[in-house]
C-alpha cells in the first residue's frame, strides 16, 4: 500500500507565500516523477508543476517565476514553494507521484489534496 499526504494548505493574503508538502509513504522501491497538480470546481485538474528524478522541473505559465517545486528523495517528498499568491490561486492542490511499488508494479498515486485559498 502506498500513501500521499500533503499539508500546508491554507488562507493566505494576495502577495503572500505558502509552501505545501507531500510525502509518500508504504511499499515503494522508487519514484520517478513527482507533481503538483490543480482543479477548480468544474474544471479539469491541470498541471502545476513537475519534477523528475534528476531534478528537472516543469511549470505552467500561469506560476512560473513565482512558485518552485523541489523534493527530498531520502525522505520521498515534493515540496512546492508558492510565492507572489494570486486570488486566481485558490483551489485545491494535489500532489502526484509515478511509483514502483515493491510488487513490481508502477502507478501515479495522488494525495487527498490540499485547499489553498488567496484573500484579495
Known amino acids: 500500500q502506498v500513501q500521499l499526504v500533503e499539508s500546508g494548505g491554507g488562507l493566505v493574503q494576495a502577495g503572500g507565500s505558502l509552501r505545501l508538502s507531500c510525502a509518500a509513504s508504504?511499499?515503494?522501491?522508487?519514484?520517478?516523477?513527482m507533481g503538483w497538480y490543480r482543479q477548480a470546481p468544474g474544471k479539469q485538474r491541470e498541471l502545476v508543476a513537475s519534477?523528475?528524478?534528476?531534478?528537472?522541473?516543469n511549470y505552467a505559465d500561469s506560476v512560473k517565476g513565482r512558485f518552485t517545486i523541489s523534493r527530498d528523495n531520502a525522505k520521498n517528498t515534493v515540496y512546492l514553494q508558492m510565492n507572489s499568491l494570486k486570488p486566481e490561486d485558490t483551489v485545491v492542490y494535489y500532489c502526484n507521484a509515478q511509483i514502483l511499488t515493491r510488487w513490481g508494479t508502477v502507478d501515479h498515486y495522488w494525495g487527498q489534496g490540499t485547499q489553498v485559498t488567496v484573500s484579495s
Open positions: 508504504g511499499s515503494i522501491v522508487s519514484i520517478s516523477d
Open positions: 519534477i523528475s528524478l534528476s531534478g528537472r522541473t
